[in-house]
């Protein structure tokens, strides 16, 4: 694993990728590498190494996206109880109405439930585990959670939920990237499933935890 200085032959910013988010600094570089050399000083860590340094970034890289976005729907979450507490129509506050809060309740519960599943699994890694496993369902819930949670507040906050006046339509295009970066959505199942079936079989076998 090694840097590159942007400013070195053969590094070329080809272009600024489009894309629904726009919170990312800087934004998404597509980035040729044409026979690019750097000096020994570049590399970081050992030489041979940097698959497995990439791979250790994975997990808390993936807590940290949970992190970001969780904020953005707990932001989106205050904004509709704001609009739904203050907002009367058919003789009470909308909030005070069955179904609204219905849909505030789910709101909490998805927070409740990511920011649990966030902890849980800072634990893992805390603890010195790989927590792939752990990374993975996070990831999955709460980049799932983190949308339900912002389509919810703009259902809430009516007309203006979709109006340039609150930044909840933002808020749904940032969050909507997230069920595809860091992985999709399908391949976390998929390897949360293989590792669950994994580790059944060699539990019934030999009463070891493979996680
Ligand atoms: C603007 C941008 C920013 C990005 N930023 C990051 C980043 O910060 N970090 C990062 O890690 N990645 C990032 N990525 C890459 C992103 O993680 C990948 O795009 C993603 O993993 C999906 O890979 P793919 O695009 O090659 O989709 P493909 O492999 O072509 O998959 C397409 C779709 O097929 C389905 N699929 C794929 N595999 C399976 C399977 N095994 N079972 C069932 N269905 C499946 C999924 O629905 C998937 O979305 C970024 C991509 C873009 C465009």
Known sequence: ??????????????????????????????????????????????VGKGFAYAQVRLGPARLTHCMRWLGLARRAHDLSLDYVGARTAFGSRVGELGLAQQLIADNEIDLAASRALVREAAWVLDSGGSGRHETSIVKTFVAEAVGRVVDRSVQL???????????????????????????????????????????????????????
């Open 157 to 211: 906050c009516g007309a203006t939920g979709v109006s340039g006046d609150l930044p909840l339509g933002a808020y749904l295009r940032e969050v909507r990237a997230f069920r595809i970066y860091d992985g999709p959505s399908e391949t976390h199942r998929w390897s949360i499933a293989k590792r669950a079936l994994r580790n059944h079989r060699r539990s019934d076998a030999e009463g070891e935890d493979v996680r």
């Open 1 to 46: 694993m090694f840097l590159v200085p942007a400013d070195a032959a053969g590094f070329q910013l080809k272009r600024h990728v489009p894309s629904l988010d726009s919170g990312f600094i800087g934004g998404h570089g597509e980035i040729e590498f044409a026979g690019v050399r750097v000096d020994d000083d570049a590399v970081l860590g050992e």
